[in-house]
Nanobody, 116 residues
Framework: QVQLVESGGGLVQPGGSLTLSCAAS????????MTWYRQAPGAERDFVAH????????NYADSVKGRFTISRDNAKSTVYLQMNSLKPEDTAVYYC?????????WGQGTQVTVSS
């Protein structure tokens, strides 16, 4: 079955960096778009970035453009989110996700807290 496991979250000071990872299994990773979302306390889950299947390109939310970079390693079935110049408003639980056979799958999430 499809499994998505995020890691790499933590506490970081404003201006710092973190790299999140999401290890995927249960489907042909290279054939599917992978997406990062985030959810702050009391807020809806929002799109952050996606990487299309087989080199189809990337897209970012305006709020993270120029600071975050999404990438994928198809050989490792892993998608990454490199986050630089972090701001307190980036504090959220970050989830990776994919849409497979008519269903959207989610990982368990990883907490990112940006605070001094």
């Amino acid at each position: 079955q499809v499994q998505l496991v995020e890691s790499g979250g933590g506490l970081v000071q404003p201006g710092g960096s973190l790299t999140l990872s999401c290890a995927a299994s249960g489907f042909i990773f290279s054939a599917y778009t992978m997406t990062w979302y985030r959810q702050a306390p009391g807020a809806e889950r929002d799109f952050v970035a996606h990487t299309a299947a087989d080199g189809g390109g990337t897209n970012y939310a305006d709020s993270v453009k120029g600071r975050f970079t999404i990438s994928r390693d198809n050989a490792k079935s892993t998608v990454y989110l490199q986050m630089n110049s972090l701001k307190p408003e980036d504090t959220a639980v970050y989830y990776c996700s994919t849409y497979f056979r008519g269903y959207r799958y989610w990982g368990q999430g990883t907490q990112v807290t940006v605070s001094s």
